[in-house]
């Protein structure tokens, strides 16, 4: 399949902090157009040449920052501790008629956890009902400045079982079918 795509994510977000919080609501529409050069092939059913599909996106990113002085191994530190809530919600869309052009899963990772879309590139939005809860903690050097140490911690609940894949298949299994 060959063709040309068009996307656009125009989002509107009202980030608010304080010394000590934040909170960063935002809401969005992921727009994709595709104009395709499908092969003919008399094995497959017709295909659509031409695809619009709009998916919105809503999220809250928060969190609080918590800070003391700390002395260990005769050092002192400025510790803090960081929690932090993340909700989205991108309601399912049926994208199979669309191709793969430049599209993977993500690698797991701490800054997964926070992404609104689980798929790299454009071809695929992920469906999702989902909120991450994490807690950072940092040592730093209070007379450098120097952050000798970062540890994290997080888990992401699912509310509604994932159904957008990257083929029918990987659809069927994240829905637990």
Request: proline share 5%; charged share 25%; net charge negative.
């Amino acid at each position: 399949v060959e063709g040309d795509r068009f996307t656009a994510y125009p989002h509107l977000s009202l980030p608010m902090q304080g010394a000590a919080w934040f909170v960063t609501p935002k809401v969005g529409v992921h727009y994709r157009q595709y104009s395709l050069d499908r092969p003919d092939t008399r094995s497959q059913r017709d295909l659509a040449t031409s695809i619009n599909s709009s998916v919105p996106i809503v999220s809250i990113d928060s969190g609080l920052l918590f800070e003391r002085e700390t002395n260990v191994f005769d050092r002192d530190y400025t510790q803090t501790l960081e929690p932090r809530l993340f909700y989205l919600n991108v309601p399912y869309r049926n994208q199979e008629e669309i191709p793969l052009f430049d599209t993977s899963r993500y690698d797991v990772g701490f800054a997964q956890i926070f992404a609104e879309n689980r798929y790299s590139g454009k071809d695929r939005i992920g469906d999702a009902n989902d909120l991450t809860a994490a807690v950072t903690t940092r040592f730093i050097e209070s007379d450098t400045g120097v952050e000798r140490l970062r540890a994290l911690i997080g888990q992401r609940y699912y509310f509604s079982d994932q159904k957008v894949g990257l083929n029918n298949q990987e659809s069927l299994r994240e829905s637990g079918r």
